[in-house]
Structure formats: structure tokens, C-alpha cells
């Protein structure tokens, strides 16, 4: 029988600006820097960490659209219906969690409420095949699921082989 996802706490359906192919999670006041952060283990995630703050790497340098949950308990690991999936730790003392494309106007960037403390992401990404040949064009989507969970650090769940 299969695991049954713990009930959704919140649940956004957003189009971000992945500009730069990323867009970001990050606790409000967090001035981490990923720039350092996208090396050859990151690109092969498809997930850069620096403190408090997570890139996620987008197929597209365009709107894409994202799923964000915020879950009580983690989410069972059913990765099916997805091209690669994998998880960070991150630490959100402000209780705000800031969502947005890396060169959105931080100001305007959605927040979303949770209690403080370290939660365990996970980003699922689907459609990575689809994407047209000049990178403009296609089905891409991600969806990003938060939970309260000790640290732990970034690993993949399932990796995407392309083509």
C-alpha cells in the first residue's frame, strides 16, 4: 500500500522568473551568497546550498511555474512522476520563507509564513525533457516541499538522465 502524504500545512502555486536558470529559497534576513555555490556537485544536483539560503537550478531561463508546500512531517518518497528529485536542509529563524527568481526586486518576493526553526526541502523537478532545442520553449514545472527535520546534508533522491 502506498504512503500517504501527511496533510499540507500551506500550499502556493507560483510562475517565477527563473532568470540565470535558478530561482531561490531562503530564510527573509538570510545574505548567504550562492555565487561560490555552483560547482560541478551543485550543477549535477541541480541544487546549490549556502547558509540559509538554497538555489534551485531551472531547465529554462524563463517563467517557470512552482509548487510550494509546507508539510508537518515529510512527504513519502514516490518519485514516479518525476525526473529528478532532491533534498537540502535550511535553517529559517525569521520564521519567512522568501521565494523568488534571483533577480526579482526582494521587496516584492513572496513570503511565506512558518515557525522558526530547520526544515528539510525537497524539489522535485518534471518535464525536463521537454524543453525545445533553443531553451526557450516547454513543459518543465517544479514543486517544493518543506517540513520541520534536523539538518541533514544536500543529497539526490532520484537522478535525472538526459537522453
Excluded at 531561490?24 to 540559509?52: C, F, H, I, K, N
Excluded at 526541502?121 to 531553451?135: C, K, N, T
Aim: one cysteine or more.
Amino acid at each position: 500500500m502506498p504512503e500517504s502524504e501527511p496533510p499540507v500545512r500551506l500550499s502556493f502555486e507560483l510562475s517565477l522568473f527563473a532568470d540565470y536558470h535558478q530561482f531561490y529559497l531562503q530564510d527573509e534576513p538570510a545574505s548567504g551568497d550562492l555565487s561560490r555555490s555552483w560547482d560541478a556537485e551543485a550543477m549535477t544536483r541541480l541544487l546549490a546550498v549556502a547558509p540559509d539560503v538554497i538555489g534551485v537550478r531551472t531547465a529554462r531561463n524563463m517563467i517557470v511555474p512552482v509548487t510550494v508546500k509546507i508539510l508537518d512531517s515529510s512527504p513519502p518518497e514516490d518519485f514516479t512522476f518525476w525526473d529528478q528529485v532532491v533534498e537540502a536542509s535550511i535553517n529559517i529563524s525569521s520564521g519567512r520563507v522568501v521565494i523568488a527568481g534571483c533577480t526579482d526586486y526582494f521587496p516584492d518576493a513572496m513570503r511565506i509564513p512558518v515557525e522558526p526553526g530547520i526544515y528539510r526541502v525537497r524539489i522535485y523537478y518534471g518535464g525536463l525533457a521537454s524543453i525545445s532545442e533553443d531553451g526557450l520553449e516547454g513543459e518543465d514545472h517544479y514543486q517544493v516541499v518543506l517540513w520541520p527535520e534536523k539538518y541533514s546534508a544536500p543529497k539526490i533522491l532520484k537522478k535525472w538522465s538526459s537522453r
